[in-house]
């Protein structure tokens, strides 16, 4: 079975500090896409990163960027100068090439940014 | 940037009617999805569906479900005969393929009570 796992349900950090959520997940197969989606107050749930798994190089956009470590089957993402409007519920999923790309979220992190 | 919009932000029903969740998927993408979330718990895929079909399906959704695209813009959820254990929040998405590396764009989010 395909399972997604984030075992922090909540994290805190000093705005302009670095934090790391954790996520691990489980899979038989070779071909998929990991992604994190943060989810603001405001509800909509947005794309923040993806990672192809047959990529070796992790994703980085701007101030996020993964840890992908294939082997442990581990997918965290790093927050770097962390900003008051980084404060939201993050969802790392995962979905596999013949899935119909179904996506299979995680329990979800709730990130607070304190001033 | 354009979004996906769904309507109504909530909803309040009584157990055993009908209610219909409303969503406008981004003009040009192809592919449609259905999540919810049961407060406390995950993100859980219900359906997807492209050119007038339901692509896949899960278990989750059985008989008392059904999606539809009435027009050019709309895509619905309807539950047919609404039970309790129905009260979640539920999220539609879009996606301009439905290769597993297309991101998926997510509304806002219904949330639906079952009195």
């Known amino acids: 079975a395909q399972t997604v796992t984030q075992s922090q349900p909540e994290m805190s950090v000093q705005e302009a500090e670095t934090v790391t959520l954790s996520c691990t997940y489980d899979?038989?197969?070779?071909?998929?896409?990991l992604f994190w989606y943060k989810q603001p107050p405001s509800r909509q749930m947005i794309l923040v990163i993806r990672?192809?798994?047959?990529?070796?190089q992790n994703a980085t956009e701007n101030r996020f960027s993964v840890n992908f470590q294939k082997a442990a089957k581990s997918f965290s993402l790093k927050i770097s100068d962390s900003q008051l409007g980084d404060a939201a519920m993050y969802f790392c999923?995962?979905?596999?090439?013949?899935?119909?790309?179904?996506?299979?979220f995680g329990e979800g992190t709730q990130l607070t940014v304190n001033p | 940037e354009p979004e996906v919009t769904q309507t109504p932000s909530h909803q309040v029903t009584q157990m055993g009617q009908e209610v219909i969740l409303r969503c406008v998927p981004i003009s040009n993408h192809l592919y449609f999805y259905w999540y919810r979330q049961i407060l406390g718990q995950k993100v859980e895929f219900l359906v997807s569906?492209?050119?007038?079909?339901?692509?896949?399906k899960s278990e989750i959704f059985d008989d008392q479900f059904s999606v539809e695209r009435p027009d050019g813009s709309n895509f619905t959820l309807k539950i047919r005969s609404t039970k309790l254990e129905d009260s979640a929040m539920y999220f539609c998405?879009?996606?301009?393929?439905?290769?597993?590396?297309?991101?998926?764009?997510f509304g806002d989010g219904t949330r639906l009570s079952i009195l």
């Open positions: 569906f492209y050119n007038n079909e339901i692509s896949e």
């Open positions: 899979t038989s197969e070779s071909d998929y896409y």
């Open positions: 999923a995962y979905t596999w090439e013949t899935s119909g790309s179904r996506l299979t």
């Open positions: 998405a879009s996606s301009l393929q439905i290769l597993a590396a297309q991101p998926q764009h």
């Open positions: 990672q192809e798994a047959y990529k070796q």
